[in-house]
């Protein structure tokens, strides 16, 4: 089965930077889509960024652009989210998710989710 596991999440101040790290197991990583989403206390989860199988487009949310960059390395199964200048709304638990698409948008339905990792960027 798949499995998706997030690390590198926690505690930062208001312009700080994180970089999550999710690795894939279970299939070829290579042949699908991977994606960013986030859920904010009392908020429902919303799309972050996504990337095509081969790294050739990325997608992300427009109150991230400029901030945040999806990546992955398909030798080693991951995808990573570097987000830089962090903002106190930034605040949330992120999860990675993988489609069965080799390219995915915004409202593309991910297959499979990890557990999620929390972000907390105080003021």
């Known amino acids: 089965q798949v499995q998706l596991v997030e690390s590198g999440g926690g505690l930062v101040q208001a312009g700080g930077s994180l970089r999550l790290s999710c690795a894939a197991s279970g299939r070829t990583f290579s042949n699908y889509a991977m994606g960013w989403f986030r859920q904010a206390p009392g908020k429902e989860r919303e799309f972050v960024a996504a990337?095509?199988?081969?790294?050739?487009?990325?997608v992300y949310t427009d109150s991230v652009k400029g901030r945040f960059t999806i990546s992955r390395d398909n030798a080693k199964n991951t995808v990573y989210l570097q987000m830089n200048s962090l903002k106190p709304e930034d605040t949330a638990v992120y999860s990675c998710a993988q489609y069965s698409t080799t390219v995915a948008a915004r409202s593309t339905r991910p297959t499979y989710w990890g557990q999620g990792t929390q972000v907390t960027v105080s003021s």
């Open positions: 990337i095509t199988y081969n790294s050739g487009n990325t």
